[in-house]
C-alpha cells in the first residue's frame, strides 16, 4: 500500500464523506457546509493555534533583546550565538516553536483542501474521481451532486469579490502579527510577507474554485479572531496608542496588579523598543506607551489638568 | 544550527517553505481531482468510418479498415479561457464526451463549450453551429439523431431538439438540473435521465412529457431501451428496469458504487457495468443477478456487444470479452492506459478510444490482436 493509498483511506475519504454528510444536514448547502466544518476544524486544532499565537507573539517580544544582542555582539558571531541561545532559554522560547505547530497542522489543511476540491466535482473527470472516495452510506450516494450555488457564488467557478475578501483578509492577519521593529532589514522582510502572502492567496482564489476561496476566507477570518483575543490587534494597532492588549496580556496585567508585582521593563510589551534614534524615543514618550508605574504615585510627566469650562451652544449661559 | 541565529535567513526560509507548500499543496491539490475537462469522445460508425473527438479538440474521420485518416483533422476551439493557474482550465481546446451522431450525410457533435456542431461527415466542413451566437451550458452527453431532428442534454438542464439539416430550434424541455445523459429513443418516445434524479419520457415531437420516473441519485448513463422496457442505472447505486409505457418500476438491482456507462443486451440478459470494478449479468424479465464479472478497477466506458461476446474495458485499460453462454470474462488486452470512453464496434473489430495516452485501437475481439493504433494528441 503506497502512501497515496494510505492518505486517501485514512484522511481523505472520511473528510470527503463527512463533508457529504454534513451538507445533507445542513439544508443540501455546501457554503454553509464549508463554513460550518472549517469552524469545528478550528476547534479542533485550538490548541495547536493557540501555541503557534503564544510562540510567535514570544519571539516578537524578544525582538528588543535581540536588537540588544545584535548591537552589542554584532561581530563576534560566536558570542552572539551564545548570548542569544541563552535568551531563548530564559525565555523558554525557540524559533522552531512558530513553525511546529504550523507543520503539525499543515496536513489538516491540505486535506481539507483536497477534499473541497474534490467534492466540488465539476467535470466529468471530477465525479468519476470522487465516485472511488465514497463509503457505502445512502445518505452520501442521494446528496451527491451537491448545489454549487451559496449566497452570491458558484461554488464551482472563480470569484473576483471573494478573492479579494481573502486577499483583504490575510493582510489584516499578517498585520496583525507583523513585530514592529526599528530594524530596517527584518522591517522589510515583514513588509514583503504582508504583501506577498495576501497576494498569493488572491491569485490563487482567481484560479481556484470560489468553494475553496470560501474556506481560505473562514479560517482566515477565524485566526484573525483568534489572534485579537490571545495578542491584540498587533500591529494593526495605530502606532502611538496601545491597542487592546488581547486576552492574555490584559489577564497578565491583572494579575500582576493584584500580586503586586512590579516590573521595570515588562518583556511581554506590544510596542518594540526602537533600538536608536532619539526622535522614536520622543514619539513613545509624547504617546505615553512608554510610562511606567514606579510605584511613587503618579508619573511625573502626568500634569494635572484645569477643568475649563466648556464653551458650546449646547451650554451657552442663558441671557438675562 | 546556525539557521536557528539568524533571524533574516530563518524568515527567508520561512516565507520559501510557505510559498513551497501552498504551491506544492495547490498542485497535488489538482492531481486526480479530475477539476479540468478534457474529454472522452466515443467514435460513431457509419459507411467504413469512424467519427471521433480528440482530447485537444479535433475531429478525426477514420478509415476502420487501416486506420488512415479521410480528411485533415478538425479543431474545434473556444474563444473562452478561465483561470491560467490551478484547477482552473488553461486549454482552449473544446472537451467532448460521449458519442459522436451520424446520420444524413452529417456527423454531430455536442461540445463542453455549450455548442452543438454539425459537419460534412464526407469533406469535414462545418455546416451548422448551434447557437449561433453565445454558448449554452457545457454538454457532456452524446447527440442523438432520429426523425429528422438532433437531441442533445445540456448542462442547463434542457434537453434541446434541433433541425438535423439545418440545425434550427425545434424544442426544448427542462429538466430540474444538468443533463448529462445522452438520450434514447423508443418509436416516438424519447427518454432522458437528469441530474434531478429522474428519468424522463418525453414525445419526440414536441417535447411534451409522458411520464417521469425519480430514483434516489443524479442519472448520468444513457438508457437501454428493449422489449418495452428501459434500463438505466443511477447514481445511487440502483440499476433500474422501467417500463416504457407508464414509467412503472418492474424491478431494480443494488451495486456497490454509480451506474455511469450504458448497459447492453444480448439474448435477454442485460449487462451492467459499474464504478465498482464490476458488470453484472442481470436477467432482463426477471432482473435476478446470473453472474458478477469483476474486473477490479472502475468501468464507465459503455460496453459493446460482438456476435456472443461483451467487450468491456475498465479505467486502468485492461480490455477483457465476456463469454455470454457462461459469462466467463477472458483478458483480450491490457492497455495500461485510462479508458473512459464508450467502446464502438463494427464488424467483430472493437475500437477503443485511451486517454492518458490518447490514441485509439481497433482490436479484434477473436484474438486480441491490434490491427491498427493511431496516435490522436501529440502531447
Known sequence: MDIGTI????????????LIWLCSTL???????????????????????????????????????????????????????????????????????????????????????????????????????????????????????????????????PDMFIALLVGGSMWLQQKMTMPRTADPKQRAQSQMMLWMMPMLFAFFCLSFPSGLALFWLTSTVIRIVMQYYMTGWGALAPAGAKGPGGRDERLKQRIAMEGGHKKEAPLDADIVEPVSTPEEELGYEESGDKRQDRGEGYPASFRPVSRQPRRSKGHRPKRR | MWIKYNRILLSKVLLLLVILL????????????????????????????????????KLVAVDISDGSQRWDPVTLETSASAGGFGCAPTSTAVAIYGNLAVGEGLFYVGGYDGKIYAFNSSSGALRWIYPRQDALQPIVGGPLVALGKVYVGCSDGKLYALDAATGDYQWKFQTGDNIWSTPAIDGDTLFIGSFDKKLYALNAADGSKRWEFETEGAIVSTPLIYNNTVYIGSFD????????????????????????????????????????????????????KLAEIDLESPISSSPVAVDDLIIVASEEGEVYSIYTGDNHKRELMNLEVRVNAPLSASQGVVYIHTQEYEALYALNVQTGVVLWTLPLTSK
Open chain 1, 7 to 18: 492518505w486517501d483511506l485514512i484522511i481523505l475519504e472520511p473528510v470527503i464523506n463527512s
Open chain 2, 237 to 288: 447505486r440502483y440499476f433500474y428496469a422501467i417500463d416504457t409505457a407508464d414509467g412503472s418500476l418492474n424491478w431494480k438491482f443494488m451495486a456497490e458504487n454509480w451506474f455511469w456507462a450504458k448497459p447492453v443486451i444480448y439474448d435477454d440478459t442485460v449487462y451492467a457495468a459499474c464504478l465498482d470494478g464490476k458488470v453484472y449479468a442481470l436477467d432482463a424479465e426477471s432482473g435476478d
Open chain 2, 22 to 57: 501552498v504551491g506544492g499543496a495547490a498542485a497535488l491539490g489538482c492531481a486526480r481531482t479530475g477539476a479540468v475537462p478534457r474529454g472522452w469522445s466515443g467514435g460513431a460508425i457509419a459507411d467504413g468510418t469512424l467519427f471521433l473527438g480528440s482530447m485537444d479538440g
Open chain 1, 27 to 157: 439544508f443540501d448547502s455546501f457554503g454553509l457546509t464549508v463554513i460550518v466544518f472549517t469552524i469545528f476544524i478550528m476547534i479542533c486544532m485550538y490548541p495547536l493555534t493557540a501555541k503557534q499565537l503564544r510562540a510567535t507573539k514570544g519571539m516578537q517580544e524578544l525582538q528588543p533583546k535581540l536588537a540588544e544582542l545584535q548591537k552589542k555582539y554584532g561581530k563576534d558571531r560566536q558570542a552572539m550565538a551564545r548570548e542569544q541561545m541563552k535568551l531563548y532559554k530564559e525565555s523558554g522560547l525557540s524559533p522552531a516553536g512558530c513553525m511546529l505547530p504550523m507543520l503539525v497542522q499543515m496536513p489538516v489543511w491540505i486535506a481539507l483542501y483536497q477534499s473541497i476540491i474534490r467534492v466540488l466535482a465539476v467535470t466529468p473527470e471530477g465525479f468519476l474521481s470522487l465516485s472511488q472516495y465514497l463509503y457505502s452510506w445512502p445518505i452520501v450516494y442521494s446528496t451527491l451532486p451537491l448545489a454549487n450555488n451559496f449566497l452570491w457564488l458558484d461554488l464551482a467557478t
